[in-house]
């Protein structure tokens, strides 16, 4: 393994920023596929891989997706050439043996009647590495990300997500932003206020 080259390091973090004004360049469905393609080798829990994920790109999608978001929200999505509603399938251990062939099938089976807080446990943490994987594939691959969590959960669950068991979580803007439009960067906290060395 190599120490990435500075411009890389920029790309992924110095200089990548929230985006949520975009400009007027689409982002073309195989984008979304080589996205996924990559977002999808972060590590989870036994390989569970509980996220999925639908791309909201038509009209359509799009005003249905809005009537989910505060005000605030709305112009930051509909912008976007694309939006990925990242959520969690409530079937996920159905993959099980897919995912994990050596024990697939006891674990599809014992978590079929995990406890409700177990569960949420699990898919809280394991989503939230795979929708940071998502943003993380995206600025690689040269497209910013915006993610954005203010929205109707129940309401796009009932209405864009109906009938498939998913759950959204965290909605994440994608395509280029404009760089022009960014406020400030806001503060991080220092090494010592975060961080211990034991
Ligand atoms: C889980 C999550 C939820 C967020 N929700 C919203 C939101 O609803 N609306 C919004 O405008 N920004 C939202 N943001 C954007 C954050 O405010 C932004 O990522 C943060 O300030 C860091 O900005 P930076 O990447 O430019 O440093 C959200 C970010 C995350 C990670």
Do not use: C
Request: proline share 7%; charged share 20%; hydrophobic share 45%.
């Amino acid at each position: 393994m190599q120490r990435l080259s500075s411009e890389a390091l920029d790309q992924l973090f110095l200089q990548a920023r929230t985006h949520q004004k975009w400009l007027d360049r689409p982002v073309p469905d195989a984008l979304l596929r080589e996205l996924y393609e990559l977002a999808k080798l972060t590590p989870t829990a036994t390989n569970s891989h509980p996220t999925r994920y639908l791309f909201v790109k038509s009209a359509e999608a799009r005003r249905v997706l809005a009537e989910a978001l505060p005000p605030s929200n709305v112009e930051k999505m509909l912008k976007a050439p694309a939006t990925a509603v990242v959520a969690w399938d409530e079937r996920y251990h159905a993959q099980m043996p897919k995912l994990f062939p050596a024990r697939g099938e006891a674990l599809a089976a014992a978590w079929a009647t995990q406890p409700t807080a177990a569960r949420d446990a699990w898919v809280l943490q394991n989503t939230g590495l795979e929708a940071s994987a998502l943003i993380y594939a995206a600025r690689a691959l040269g497209l910013d990300a915006g993610p954005m969590g203010g929205f109707d959960k129940a309401k796009v669950d009932a209405t864009l997500l109906a009938g498939t068991g998913w759950h959204s979580v965290l909605l994440v803007n994608l395509g280029y932003g404009d760089a022009a439009q960014l406020p400030p960067r806001l503060p991080r906290l220092d090494f010592d206020e975060a961080a211990r060395i034991a």
